[in-house]
């Protein structure tokens, strides 16, 4: 079954600090992993997106890897703030028509 | 930057009735998306649509839904006859190649 498992479910940190949340993932075909951030009643906007031949991809203060043996994903967010208070979620895209499967989130609240 | 635009962003409704969420997708994009996301769920699939044509579907998206491109701009979702189990945000999306662009989202509320 395909499915995506991301950890924590939800974490709390301090502004300034930073955190790395995770993602396994049992999904085939694989295309392309991406992580996306999600505020609260808005649509998702994406951050970083990987195929199996990269390891690791940045985006300002956000960084991705990705092990594609184990496949397994990370998201590391540096120096947070309080804006990155949102829902993280990985995504595979599994087809050739482009849909994706998305993770449950981690609810990441940056306090000050 | 282009957007993906839906309308509206709240709708309610009564059981029983239909309903049309719209969406503009990016103009240059081939393939459309609708996905939903049940409060305190995640993200879920819909339909894909790609040549005037649905392209896959999920489990979800029974008889009760269906999606047009009238006019060569909008692309939208039609739900027949609204369950309260519907009630959920509905996103529309666009894609080119890799990039993926979503809308904001109509809320859908069924009474």
């Known amino acids: 079954k395909n499915q995506v498992e991301q950890s924590p479910q939800s974490l709390i940190i301090l502004e300034g600090k930073n955190c790395t949340l995770q993602?396994?993932?049992?999904?085939?075909?694989?295309?392309?992993l991406r992580w996306y951030k999600q505020d609260t009643g808005r649509g998702p906007v994406s951050l970083t997106i990987m195929t199996f031949s990269e390891n690791t991809k940045s985006n300002g203060r956000y960084t991705a890897t990705l092990d594609a043996d184990t496949k397994q994903s990370s998201l590391h967010i540096t120096a947070s703030q309080l804006s990155d208070s949102a829902s993280y979620i990985c995504?595979?895209?599994?087809?050739?028509?482009?849909?994706?499967?998305f993770g449950a989130g981690t609810q990441v609240v940056v306090t000050p | 930057e282009p957007e993906v635009t839906q309308t509206p962003s709240h709708q309610v409704t009564q059981m029983g009735q239909e309903v049309i969420l719209r969406c503009v997708p990016i103009?240059?994009?081939?393939?459309f998306y609708w996905y939903r996301q049940i409060l305190g769920q995640k993200v879920e699939f819909l339909v894909s649509f790609y040549n005037n044509e649905i392209s896959e579907k999920s489990e979800i998206f029974d008889d009760q839904f269906s999606v047009e491109r009238p006019d060569g701009s909008n692309f939208t979702l039609k739900i027949r006859s609204t369950k309260l189990e519907d009630s959920a945000m509905y996103f529309c999306?666009?894609?080119?190649?890799?990039?993926?662009?979503f809308g904001s989202g109509t809320r859908l509320t069924v009474v």
């Open positions: 995504v595979v895209l599994t087809d050739s028509w482009g849909k994706l499967q």
């Open positions: 103009s240059n994009h081939l393939y």
């Open positions: 993602c396994n993932y049992t999904v085939s075909p694989f295309s392309n």
């Open positions: 999306a666009s894609r080119t190649g890799v990039g993926y662009t």
